[in-house]
């Protein structure tokens, strides 16, 4: 049973660019969720994935955006880059009717 | 709104004494519960959810709808416990998660 990968692993942007984040789902997961975690903070919920489509979103703007392809793998896209944007990337995956979650290793981002 | 809250940050207890980490919630529906750890170096995992009503590693967790918390026990803490505990709350029909900030436990010797 192969877990959730993420790639990569650390990234530093500058601001105004854009930037994806890649997620390798846990083989049989076909949901997948994505979190933001600022220093100190609980993971904060962006979106989640199932059959290709956004089926549930937090408090993020649109240029916070993804994809999951056919074999459940998944990108983050954060376009226009902001300083606050700053955190790691978690991505989760699951079985739709489980709900509970497998976490990746994350992303550090870094905007300059 | 729909929040969930870890009043501490730090809980440092000795070794064999009992433990219990905080989780409030606020939520109008029928909620479900979890609680994750992270260990040192290690990724974010699940310890337990309120529906399978079971001990994990020593660990429980009731639901008390009336309070709307879910505090984790232990009765004799393990240094091997030593790591942050997330509380979150999964709303479904919307598919979001949401975590409380986490509390970091540590046990001395």
């Known amino acids: 049973e192969t877990g959730v990968t993420q790639s990569p692993t650390h990234l530093i942007k500058t601001r105004g660019q854009q930037v994806t984040l890649r997620c390798s789902s846990q083989?049989?997961?076909?949901?997948v969720s994505w979190y933001q975690q600022a220093l100190g903070q609980g993971p904060q919920f962006i979106f989640q994935?199932?059959?290709?489509?956004?089926?549930g979103r937090g408090n993020f703007p649109p240029r916070f955006s993804g994809l999951q392809f056919p074999n459940y793998s998944s990108e983050l896209n954060v376009n226009a880059l902001e300083l606050d944007d700053s955190a790691l990337y978690l991505c989760?995956?699951?079985?739709?009717?489980?709900?509970?979650?497998?976490f990746g290793p994350g992303t550090r981002l870094l905007v300059l | 709104a729909q929040r969930v809250t870890q009043p501490e940050k730090l809980l440092s207890v000795f070794k064999g004494a009992p433990v219990e980490l905080k989780c409030n919630y606020s939520?109008?529906?029928?909620?479900?519960l979890f609680w994750y750890v992270q260990y040192s170096r290690q990724r974010l995992q699940l310890l337990l959810r309120?529906?399978s009503r079971e001990s994990i590693k020593g660990f429980t967790a009731d639901l008390n709808k009336g309070e709307t918390s879910f505090h984790l026990k232990k009765p004799f803490a393990q240094e091997e416990d030593s790591a942050m505990y997330y509380c979150?709350?999964?709303?479904?029909?919307?598919?979001?998660?949401?975590f409380g900030t986490g509390t970091r436990l540590k046990v001395l010797a």
């Open positions: 994935y199932y059959r290709e489509e956004e089926n």
């Open positions: 083989s049989g997961h076909n949901t």
């Open positions: 979150a709350l999964y709303i479904s029909g919307t598919y979001k998660y949401i």
């Open positions: 309120h529906i």
């Open positions: 939520y109008s529906g029928s909620p479900e």
């Open positions: 989760a995956s699951s079985l739709r009717g489980s709900e509970t979650q497998y």
